[in-house]
């Protein structure tokens, strides 16, 4: 791990900046949105914007890298970043926010594609897997680390929206001083969904139903704090003990993949998060519960992102990982872009407390369609290849999770080279 951070610490800063700058601007939106008297559905628009932009730039930034080059991609989409930061307290309107985000969604993303190439280049096969480890550390602290900002930082004015304007700024110094412009860049033309299903049907249903769950995390934690009526830095706190779980259950729940039936692991997974959810739901107004259920979704659902892609790939060849790892982000998308608008429907409908209940409803279903499955396809059968579990977060994109199926290619070959000799 000390080998892959000397040798790409100044692209790990620029990482932690970028990601503690899109923390920031998620947070704040919701509660200045919620401070200028946006309905919960205006904030809801707002919150799904992003998760659209993303969508389309996962799709469209491997084309425009190809066509004009990693440096001019990442330098436009941070321009556009940092002017659509400083934007948003200017032009306060929900249109003109539902814009930004498309905006800010779609950089992002092309931002995370490009560093992703310049950190797959940059490590060797050997230290490939451990980049892919503190890559993912990096995304969890940047975000958390956003949260502590936000608690010390006064919403209603400027600063707050400024400093992630100049964090994102700063990111490229390090980044584009320090590692070789032009990384080779290539992405797998993703499966088409039917395959994708056909292959894997609870890795599908899974994947969609957990792209609501992070963005109601990403995007509505915050509205939900303040509409429950938490202080800024209660709010703060709230979000963190989301994704501090979620990092520290990461390789936990990783090394019980390996050694046991992983659908069964992923049914347990998903029904302890729906029961967490409901603590909050059940008891509301308290606190420390409200805490505890944030610590229990974010610990469930983020590990059992990974846990999905797995479990799918113990169905493919080898060859066929990287196609269906991007068929499986475009479902995961689909979901996040529905998110917020549920969630927000069911705040306005049953109240503040919908925000539990959607949360449930999705982890449950993961896990009861999981027990479905059961019936259909016995695991007891299957006589394929288990597949290593690797850590991978759900704010990456393909790139980075192509990358995790290349260590364990790469790691099948050589241990089938060693067994050869």
Same mark, same amino acid.
């Given at each position: 791990?000390?080998?892959?951070? /000397?040798?790409?610490?100044?692209? %790990?800063?620029?990482?932690?900046? %970028?990601?503690?700058?899109?923390?920031?601007?998620?947070?704040?939106?919701?509660? #200045?949105?919620?401070?200028?008297?946006?309905?919960?559905?205006?904030?809801?628009?707002?919150?799904?914007?992003?998760?659209?932009?993303?969508?389309?730039?996962?799709?469209?930034?491997?084309?425009?890298?190809?066509?004009?080059?990693?440096? #001019?991609?990442?330098?436009?989409?941070?321009?556009?970043?940092?002017?659509?930061?400083?934007?948003?307290?200017?032009?306060?309107?929900?249109?003109?926010?539902?814009?930004?985000?498309?905006?800010?969604?779609?950089? %992002?993303?092309?931002?995370?594609?490009?560093?992703?190439?310049?950190?797959?280049?940059?490590?060797?096969?050997?230290?490939?897997?451990?980049?892919?480890?503190?890559?993912?550390?990096?995304?969890?602290?940047?975000?958390?680390?956003?949260?502590?900002?936000?608690?010390?930082?006064?919403?209603?004015?400027?600063?707050?929206?400024?400093?992630?304007?100049?964090?994102?700024?700063?990111?490229?110094?390090?980044?584009?001083?320090?590692?070789?412009?032009?990384?080779? %860049?290539?992405?797998?033309?993703?499966?088409?969904?039917? &395959?994708?299903?056909?292959?894997?049907?609870?890795?599908?249903?899974?994947?969609?139903?957990?792209?609501?769950?992070?963005?109601?995390?990403?995007?509505?934690?915050?509205?939900?704090?303040?509409?429950?009526?938490?202080?800024?830095?209660?709010? /703060?706190?709230?979000?963190?003990?989301?994704?501090?779980?979620?990092?520290?259950? &990461?390789?936990?729940?990783?090394?019980?993949?390996?050694?046991?039936?992983?659908?069964?692991?992923?049914?347990?997974?998903?029904?302890?998060?729906?029961?967490?959810?409901?603590?909050?739901?059940?008891? =509301?107004?308290?606190?420390?519960?409200?805490?505890?259920?944030?610590?229990?979704?974010?610990?469930?659902?983020?590990?059992?992102?990974?846990?999905?892609?797995?479990?799918?790939?113990?169905?493919?060849?080898?060859?066929?990982?990287?196609?269906?790892?991007?068929?499986?982000?475009? $479902?995961?998308?689909?979901?996040?872009?529905?998110? =917020?608008?549920?969630?927000?429907?069911?705040?306005?409908? $049953?109240?503040?407390?919908?925000?539990?209940?959607?949360?449930?409803?999705?982890?449950?279903?993961?896990?009861?369609?999981?027990?479905?499955?059961?019936?259909?396809?016995?695991?007891?059968?299957?006589?394929?290849?288990?597949?290593?579990?690797?850590?991978?977060?759900?704010?990456?994109?393909?790139?980075?999770?192509?990358?995790?199926?290349?260590?364990?290619?790469?790691?099948?070959?050589?241990?089938?080279?060693?067994?050869? &000799?």
């Amino acid at each position: 791990m000390f080998q892959v951070l /000397s040798g790409s610490w100044a692209l %790990f800063l620029g990482l932690f900046l %970028f990601m503690v700058g899109n923390g920031l601007q998620g947070t704040l939106l919701g509660l #200045r949105g919620d401070q200028e008297g946006f309905s919960t559905f205006a904030l809801s628009l707002v919150m799904s914007a992003y998760f659209l932009g993303f969508l389309f730039s996962s799709r469209f930034t491997p084309r425009l890298i190809r066509r004009v080059g990693h440096v #001019r991609v990442f330098a436009a989409m941070g321009s556009l970043i940092s002017a659509v930061l400083i934007m948003y307290p200017t032009l306060v309107e929900p249109w003109a926010w539902i814009i930004g985000r498309v905006i800010i969604g779609f950089c %992002f993303c092309g931002v995370y594609i490009t560093a992703e190439s310049w950190l797959n280049d940059s490590a060797t096969n050997e230290t490939r897997g451990k980049a892919l480890s503190l890559y993912m550390i990096v995304q969890m602290a940047g975000i958390v680390f956003a949260q502590f900002i936000v608690s010390r930082g006064d919403v209603s004015g400027y600063v707050l929206f400024i400093i992630p304007s100049v964090l994102v700024s700063l990111a490229f110094a390090p980044i584009l001083l320090s590692v070789k412009p032009t990384p080779a %860049f290539a992405t797998t033309k993703p499966m088409t969904i039917r &395959q994708v299903i056909a292959a894997s049907p609870l890795a599908c249903v899974g994947m969609f139903m957990l792209g609501g769950v992070f963005s109601a995390q990403f995007g509505m934690s915050a509205v939900y704090g303040n509409r429950v009526g938490l202080s800024v830095g209660q709010i /703060s706190l709230f979000i963190s003990a989301i994704y501090v779980s979620a990092l520290f259950l &990461q390789y936990p729940i990783g090394w019980l993949s390996d050694r046991m039936d992983r659908r069964a692991l992923i049914i347990w997974i998903a029904l302890i998060g729906g029961a967490g959810s409901l603590i909050a739901f059940f008891v =509301p107004g308290n606190y420390v519960l409200i805490v505890i259920s944030g610590a229990i979704v974010g610990g469930t659902s983020n590990p059992l992102y990974a846990l999905l892609i797995a479990y799918a790939n113990d169905y493919l060849e080898k060859e066929d990982m990287a196609a269906a790892s991007g068929g499986l982000l475009f $479902i995961n998308g689909l979901g996040a872009i529905m998110g =917020p608008l549920i969630v927000g429907w069911m705040m306005d409908s $049953i109240g503040v407390n919908g925000f539990w209940l959607f949360t449930a409803i999705l982890m449950f279903a993961i896990g009861v369609y999981g027990l479905y499955r059961a019936t259909q396809r016995s695991r007891a059968d299957f006589e394929g290849e288990t597949v290593p579990y690797t850590a991978v977060s759900a704010a990456s994109t393909p790139v980075a999770v192509e990358v995790a199926q290349e260590v364990y290619i790469e790691a099948d070959a050589s241990e089938s080279q060693t067994h050869g &000799q």
